[in-house]
Nanobody, 124 residues
Framework: QVQLVESGGGLVQAGGSLRLSCTAS????????MGWFRQAPGKEREFVTA????????YYGDSVKGRSTISRDNAKNTMYLQMNSLKPEDTAVYYC?????????????????WGQGTQVTVSS
């Protein structure tokens, strides 16, 4: 059974930092693109960032560009999202996702596997 499990969410003050992790089990995602999405109450799921299969290419959504860094440790089958200078508008449930292809994509329906999500709340 393939599972993606997020961790690292929580409550943080504006200006603070969080590091989210996504650990895969049941299969390896080495060589496949992975990404982070988020969904705030009443809003659609939004692309945050993605990393390609070998980790050599990344892409960021405008909402987090310059404040976040995505990375992956293929030996651990784990992906990370370091978020800095957090703002109240970053409050959302953050989901990790994996494709069955090596290339980055920003579309929700391009991702086959999804985690259950981790809540990030940024207080003002």
């Amino acid at each position: 059974q393939v599972q993606l499990v997020e961790s690292g969410g929580g409550l943080v003050q504006a200006g603070g930092s969080l590091r989210l992790s996504c650990t895969a089990s049941g299969r390896t995602f080495v060589g496949y693109a992975m990404g982070w999405f988020r969904q705030a109450p009443g809003k659609e799921r939004e692309f945050v960032t993605a990393i390609n299969g070998d980790g050599g290419n990344t892409y960021y959504g405008d909402s987090v560009k310059g404040r976040s860094t995505i990375s992956r440790d293929n030996a651990k089958n784990t992906m990370y999202l370091q978020m800095n200078s957090l703002k109240p508008e970053d409050t959302a449930v953050y989901y990790c996702a994996a494709r069955d292809r090596p290339s980055i994509d920003t579309r929700v329906n391009a991702y086959v596997y999804w985690g259950q999500g981790t809540q990030v709340t940024v207080s003002s």
